[in-house]
């Protein structure tokens, strides 16, 4: 495959004096990079080489400085940070491919994190094996020593009786240990005596505490969030040295940053100490991206859509932040830590389609990926995907497909198309249009998952498209579940490396604080919180993030007496007095109501936890403007698509032509870019905004109407 | 039809299946968010379903999947007693075993759908509470005979009125409560799933027309039902008998308690016929027939294609024939509380082991039955609240299969989803500490694929409790779980009490036990049995058990003939081949 350059909207690339920010996404597939000189952004998408990922990000940065004209150490000595996403924690989750990890817990309950609380979720397969534990039974030791369920110490801890265990973790060639005691997040002290002891015995060795990594009740989710700590952090603890050095003595002399799962960046030393919090450093930071394009635009609430080659990624984004969640996990691993709440569906350009057993088609979730990839690619691949069918239905061009770097055999599609179709009675096109409608309904549902299940109208929201695919398809999610806007970002094909350069540094401290609000001294609240706050302060300090800019926000996790199950809602400033509280109760009720269908005010309200959430800004968190044309777009040439059971001639565009950004291209229409196509679809309009963004709306409206049904002030 | 509405027929097909599936766990994750009681919220002790305007079941979440084979009895009780009664706004309750429920607790909460004054949905969401008065604790009675004394009896009612709150239903359920605070936040979190559920149902309505909705339904139960059809036919023709019994549990228990099975495959018709299984006994224990065709379904569908969907249409190939008055077939006085849980493992077991002769291949080994414990509830002194927790920190094993070892901490089969309660979330409840919580060594039952191991759990009572409900099942190695194609039977399940003063006695009987301050239980539970001989088992495999502490030395070397040095932890290789060998 050919590397190659993308530049989008801004050629003209201008040596500046300005800071020089590149972020970097590592995939599965490509690495992207995103440079940003000043008022300059570019990209590179190079294809990757799992094998020796930093040798890729090196080529790609190769690329870039080529683009530029300059060489690499005149590129990275000019370049005063990086920020990096990347799938090595996932990866190693997924692969099996992680440190060797010991576990030293609470006597009694040394299986409480393989016990999985006694669920197994395709319940009746009876033919499936139980799952691989992270750390075997054999490397869990049980340590006598007990707090009870106030931080009482019951029995305390016997550090001779660590000796026989300290002998059998070096006997066993243990890499990482996980220290996870009973209530530890009511007194951390067991714990830091333990770690203590094995940091003077055991030198070299990583050590996690529960107490550290989650300081938060519910001893099966604390210590499975703690165990996966112990187990990623030497992994990415080694890929990222590694890759300081090589960018170091290629001439970068900045700061390297790491995307977190929470959508703010880290520095490299709490990522390699805390690599938990960076399992979803790949995909969390296209929110980012559409978040700050939606605010640009005054949008406080929108979907961001990520369709790749095998996954379709969905985040909602509420009030001008990606919506959070800590119910999640990767490859069975439960992980309790906030990651930004992205709901994976397997629908993707590579998407195979296929008729299943019970005469159903399906698109996805199994994938063609890269490799045949699909059959019109023409490397082997007999299966169509839905690539093949965007191919057949004449929404991309063969010989326009990636710059024209890749030649389409439309021939291939159509046998491959062929294949399903007579399972169904249908001819190649109709089979074709009825997988596009397929796994659109696929993408759909995985919107409606975050929007709909969770209480949240799409009618309201502004949807944000990005990944080189999505294009094509954008138009009939936004119509089937009613979004009144699409935005499809300059920068679609490349979002997640762009999600890094407009980033924010971000550091989260929780503490778990169980009161009745009605009874509480508040005092005890608001001690806990200037604790949080002072962590908070201390951490962006000790880290050189620099303080102007910051902002502490705080979040309190609340339910009603009895109730298992917190909802969270936000404490707008740290000290309580009574007045606050019932604002605080009040939002409480409103927010059960929308989750739960229903409020109870003569019950009491409790809080369960705190939050602190520290964010530092680093630096300009928008694109500026690019220079737009005069005049209205032409097309390029007419051809023929097909289009709910109608051949339809088009218009099609280039998308890199300057035109004035509100003329507006009316559907039915396809506008190429070098790496994605628009379809307008009938009865759809396009125009762009200042920043070279594509916005796609009902043709009936104005823009600024179908913006301001999504919430943009006038 | 025209190539477009063809493709839009497909389309639509996919679509709305799809979708009524996701309403169910739209349902099922409102109930998550708002429960009040541990069943609900930490057991996830519910389950949530979608039936058209016939009464079939379309669409289903069973985190439990006993609760849901017998609801559509449920909803054709409620549909009978109601006919010509039914009206927009109405939301029925039952918890009548003889009105198509399992058991008194569960609580069968169903709302109509209309459009335009036509009843074409229901929404059902069916728990299990934490409390329904009478003797009952958590909804058991080991002392009843009867099922008045398990209990408040609720047939058919209406829990609203054409939107309106039937308070005088509502008022006398609760007064019949010891925690009414409780179970009205659990069956206010019901009623809020069956309004979402409805909401959902009148937006796919209102998006695509009856009939494309209706075309969609019918082809979703119609492929189902050749689905599992199709699966029926792949078993041999036969008739395939066994026999399981209960445990002896009861003071004065007569001995027979036998669930006698004979399941009958010809073509792509299966049935179950339980002639000569023991008459009704005065217990729990008591199966309904609705639950005893939920047992049946739990049976067949965890050996045949896991994709099928549960529905109308895949039950439609299937029989259950019980005779009146039976163990498996209670009439209308006897006491069912026990039956979701013990007799439902006991009928899987007879119908795994009947259909392990027709089928080898996809022989299911036996599970753990139920976790001895139940839930205790009463006031804690530290926090001055009510209380009711669970007490299946431990779980029972899973049996193998071929070619997979049966899981740990799994079981009863009834509740595969059902969620084992968070230690700090418990001790912070209740009154009760945990001394342990692991699993138990030696406990799962020996095989080329070896059964899941059961959990063993020791918890002290701070002060005086309510009680807690005790039910030793699987005690016996008669009662244990069965292995297959040669595999090993589980450890039988045991509990004991030692009381503060220092005297420990064996739990030997179902009861009620009410501890004081100091005292400690234990319960340990048994794997699940093993498939095909243990002297197959991979060496390494057989060492790996050993080294992780879940298999002594000793059995690896009896019963797998594995020679392990219980120095070094070495094989000795010359000695396992020739303990091996000496086998064969």
């Known amino acids: ?714 | 039809m025209t190539s477009s509405d063809r493709v839009q027929q497909v389309i639509s097909r996919a679509v709305i299946v799809h979708r009524l599936e996701a309403i169910t766990r739209e349902m099922g994750a409102a109930m998550l968010r708002s429960a009040r009681s541990p069943v609900f919220a930490e057991n996830r002790d519910f389950v949530t379903a979608v039936f058209d305007g016939r009464l079939r079941m379309v669409a289903q979440t069973a985190y439990i999947p006993v609760l849901l084979g017998s609801t559509p009895f449920a909803l054709e009780a409620i549909a009978a007693r109601f006919e010509g009664d039914i009206d927009p706004g109405d939301v029925f309750l039952v918890n009548d075993p003889y009105s198509g429920n399992n058991h008194l607790p569960d609580l069968t909460v169903v709302r109509p759908v209309f459009v335009d004054q036509e009843l074409l949905f229901w929404a059902l969401a069916r728990g299990h509470h934490a409390d329904v008065g009478g003797l009952s604790v958590g909804g058991y009675n080991p002392a009843a005979r009867t099922v008045w004394e398990e209990g408040i009896r609720i047939p058919p009612v209406k829990l609203y009125r054409g939107g309106v709150r039937n308070d005088g239903v509502w008022d006398l359920f609760l007064a019949n409560v010891r925690l009414p605070e409780l179970v009205a936040g659990d069956l206010q979190c019901q009623v809020g799933a069956t309004a979402i559920g409805a909401r959902a149902i009148e937006a796919t309505l209102a998006a695509y027309g009856r009939p494309i909705v209706a075309d969609a339904v019918q082809h979703h139960l119609a492929s189902s039902e050749a689905d599992m059809r199709a699966q029926i036919r792949s078993i041999p023709d036969g008739d395939y008998s066994a026999e399981r019994r209960l445990d002896n549990t009861e003071p004065g228990a007569d001995g027979d308690r036998t669930i006698r099975l004979r399941v009958s495959v010809r073509g792509e018709e299966i049935v179950f016929d339980f002639e000569g299984t023991s008459p009704q006994i005065a217990s729990y224990h008591n199966s309904t027939y609705a639950n005893t065709v939920a047992s049946c379904l739990i049976a067949l569908f965890s050996v045949v294609d896991p994709d099928i969907s549960m529905n109308w249409g895949s039950m439609q190939a299937i029989r259950v024939e019980a005779p009146e008055g039976s163990l498996a077939s209670a009439a209308r006085d006897a006491a069912t509380s026990m039956c979701t849980t013990v007799t439902c493992s006991v009928i899987v077991e007879a119908a795994w082991l009947a259909l392990a002769q027709a089928i080898p291949d996809r022989a299911q080994a036996l599970w753990s039955r139920r976790g001895i414990a139940g839930v205790s509830s009463g006031i804690n002194p530290r926090t001055k609240r009510p209380f009711a927790v669970i007490h299946n920190l431990s779980k029972g094993g899973s049996g193998a299969t071929l070619g997979f070892d049966g899981w740990d901490q799994l079981s009863p089969v009834s509740s595969t989803g059902g969620r084992a309660p968070d230690p700090e979330i418990f001790e912070l409840s209740s009154p009760h500490r945990i001394l342990g919580c692991e699993l138990r060594p030696d406990s799962a039952g020996a095989g080329r694929w070896r059964g899941g191991h059961g959990g063993a759990y020791r918890v002290q009572f701070l002060s005086a409790t309510t009680g807690v409900i005790l039910e030793p099942s699987g005690v016996s190695h008669d009662t244990a779980p069965q292995g297959v194609q040669g595999g090993g039977h589980g450890l039988p399940a045991y509990a004991e009490i030692a009381d503060v003063d220092g005297s420990v006695r064996r739990v030997d009987q179902s009861t009620i036990y009410r501890p004081g301050p100091g005292d400690v239980l234990t319960v340990e539970l048994s794997g699940g049995g093993g498939y095909g001989e243990a002297a197959e088992r991979p060496v390494a495999d057989v060492l790996a058990d050993v080294l992780d502490d879940v298999l002594s030395i000793a059995k690896a070397r009896d019963v797998y003939r594995v020679a392990i040095d219980p120095e070094t932890f070495e094989v000795d290789k010359t000695e396992t081949a020739r303990l091996r060998t000496r086998r064969q």
Request: glycine share 10%; with cysteine.
């Open chain 1, 1 to 714: 495959m050919n590397s190659g350059r993308v530049a989008e909207g801004s050629r003209d690339v201008v040596g500046q004096t300005t800071e020089t920010i590149i972020g970097i996404d590592t995939g599965g597939t490509f690495v992207d990079l995103v440079v940003r000189e000043g008022d300059a952004t570019s990209a590179v998408k190079v294809p990757s080489d799992p094998e020796n990922l930093a040798a890729s990000v090196l080529e790609g940065l190769q690329q870039a400085a080529a683009d530029r004209g300059c060489s690499l150490g005149e590129l990275l000595g000019r370049t005063s940070r990086i920020v990096h996403g990347s799938t090595v924690a996932t990866n190693a989750l997924l692969t099996g491919d992680t440190s060797k990890v010991a576990l030293l817990t609470t006597k009694g309950f040394r299986d409480v994190v393989n016990m999985r609380r006694g669920v197994r979720e395709r319940g009746l397969d009876s033919h499936q094996s139980p799952p691989r534990p992270l750390v075997p039974r054999r490397l869990i030791h049980t340590i006598d020593e007990r707090l009870d369920c106030d931080g009482n110490e019951l029995r305390p801890i016997d550090l001779a009786e660590l000796a026989p265990v300290l002998e059998r973790l070096e006997r066993d060639g243990v890499e990482a240990v996980a220290i996870c005691f009973l209530f530890s997040f009511l007194d951390p002290s067991h714990e830091r005596q333990a770690a203590a002891h094995l940091h003077e015995h055991l030198p070299g060795v990583h050590v996690s505490l529960s107490s550290e990594v989650l300081p938060q009740v519910r001893l099966y989710e604390r210590e499975s969030t703690t165990v996966v700590n112990a187990a990623v952090s030497p992994v990415l603890d080694a890929y990222l040295a590694a890759l300081d050095d090589q960018l170091r003595s290629a001439g970068f002399q900045g700061r390297l940053h790491v995307m977190q799962s929470n959508g703010g960046i880290c520095t490299p030393e709490i990522a390699r100490r805390h690599g938990v919090r960076s399992v979803l450093s790949g995909p969390a930071s296209a929110p980012v991206a559409a978040t700050r394009i939606a605010s640009t635009h005054g949008l406080p609430d929108a979907i961001c859509v990520d369709m790749g080659g095998t996954s379709f990624d969905v985040c909602l984004i509420t009030d001008g932040s990606p919506r959070i969640t800590s119910l999640g996990g990767i490859a069975g691993y439960r992980i309790a830590i906030p990651m930004v709440d992205i709901h994976t569906v397997g629908a993707g350009g590579g998407s195979i389609v296929e008729v299943d057993s019970r005469g159903v088609l399906r698109a996805g979730p199994s994938s063609a990926g890269a490799f045949p990839g699909p059959a019109c690619y023409g490397r082997g691949g007999t299966k169509a995907t839905v690539t093949d069918a965007n191919l057949l239905l004449g929404y991309i061009h063969p010989e326009r497909f990636w710059g024209g770097r890749l030649n389409l055999d439309v021939g291939a599609a159509e046998r491959a198309m062929a294949a399903v179709g007579r399972e169904l009675g249908l001819d190649p096109a109709e089979t074709a249009y009825a997988a596009y409608r397929v796994v659109n309904e696929a993408m759909v549902d995985a919107i409606r998952e975050v929007s709909v299940r969770q209480g949240f109208d799409p009618r309201r929201f502004a949807l944000i498209a990005a990944g080189g695919a999505a294009p094509l398809h954008v138009a009939s999610l936004a119509d089937e579940l009613g979004f009144p806007l699409v935005v499809i970002p300059r920068m679609a094909s490349v979002l997640c490396a762009l999600g890094g350069v407009l980033s924010d540094a971000k550091y989260e401290f929780v503490a778990t604080l169980i009161a009745v609000l009605a009874d509480v001294e508040l005092e005890v609240i608001n001690d806990r919180i200037e604790q949080l706050l002072a962590e908070a302060r201390a951490t962006l300090k000790a880290e050189d993030v620099a303080p102007d800019g910051a902002r502490f926000e705080i979040h309190a996790g609340l339910r009603y007496v009895g109730q298992f199950q917190e909802v969270e809602v936000d404490v707008p400033r740290p000290a309580l007095d009574r007045r606050l509280v019932d604002e605080i109760v009040e939002a409480f009720h409103e927010r059960h109501e929308v989750l739960n269908g229903y409020q109870a005010r003569q019950h009491a309200v409790e809080l369960v936890n705190l939050r602190v959430v520290a964010v530092a800004r680093l630096g300009d968190p928008h694109l500026p403007p690019v220079e737009s044309g005069a005049g209205t777009a032409a097309p390029i040439e007419r051809r023929p698509i097909y289009w709910e059971g109608m051949q339809l001639a088009v218009d099609v565009f280039d998308g890199e032509q300057d035109h004035a950004s509100h003329a507006a291209i009316i559907g039915p229409a396809l506008v190429e870019f070098p790496t994605t196509t628009i379809l307008v679809p009938p009865g759809y309009a396009l125009t762009r905004d200042a920043r070279g963004n594509s916005l796609l709306h009902r043709a009936g409206l104005a823009t600024r109407e179908a913006m301001a049904a999504v919430g943009a002030p006038a």
